[in-house]
């Protein structure tokens, strides 16, 4: 049997802002080790965050760029966690009430796989977005068999979180969406969008389930998925054959 798969993606997005979204620390590829640190990115007692406005912007014209509407008023929020890449247990994101809703990413002909360009089923598709969202990026652990260490280089930049309707239909719209978006967000020089240096990684939601089934299938999360070396393709075709354990009837379950 054939299934169906319903895939939605988050994207992240590191911007390219000078500094980062709430001190004057510089945002800089290559740099040693937590030397582009300040007390408000350490979050030490007392830091008073001050707002980055480039970031704003920036998500702002991202918003514009993919049809999105800006709501005149937007806020922050607190989203607790305990982690030692966070020391002062909340990263500041934005719940209800992002600086962008709605809008879409239109999948280009050519940023589809190659080999499939001549048999795209919906040309000039275009994939909703829930939102998009601007929040700050967390601390880098390395772990290896000594323990872990921690460089808070990254701690605190602008990452922008873009998030879309479970509207992609194929591993290959998965491939042309993320193509389509990163073309996007470099030509507006939003972001470089450099995968190797992890400044586009999405967390993936899919499910299956077989064509007489409207409710969508199991819903498989993966957090963090570094793009660049991530095989969608045959990860995706991976799932579809396992599709008659995780497309069964029934409610659906997060795993
Ligand atoms: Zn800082």
Known sequence: MNYITTIGLEVHVQLKTESKMFCACPVMYGAEPNENTCPTCLGLPGALPVLNGGAIEKTILAGIMLDCETPPVSKWDRKN??????????????????????????????CYPKDFQKSIMSSGKVVGLTRIHLEEDVAKSTHSESGTTIDFNRAGTPLMEIVSEPEIDSPEEAFAYLNSLRQVLIYGDLSDADMEKGQMRCDVNVSVRPPDQDELGVKIELKNMWIFNFDFLGFFAILRDFGSILGSPGPSKNS
């Open 81 to 110: 966690y305990f982690y030692p890449d966070m020391p002062k247990n909340y990263q500041i994101s934005q719940f209800d009430l992002p600086l962008c809703i709605g809008g879409g990413v239109s999948l280009y002909d050519h």
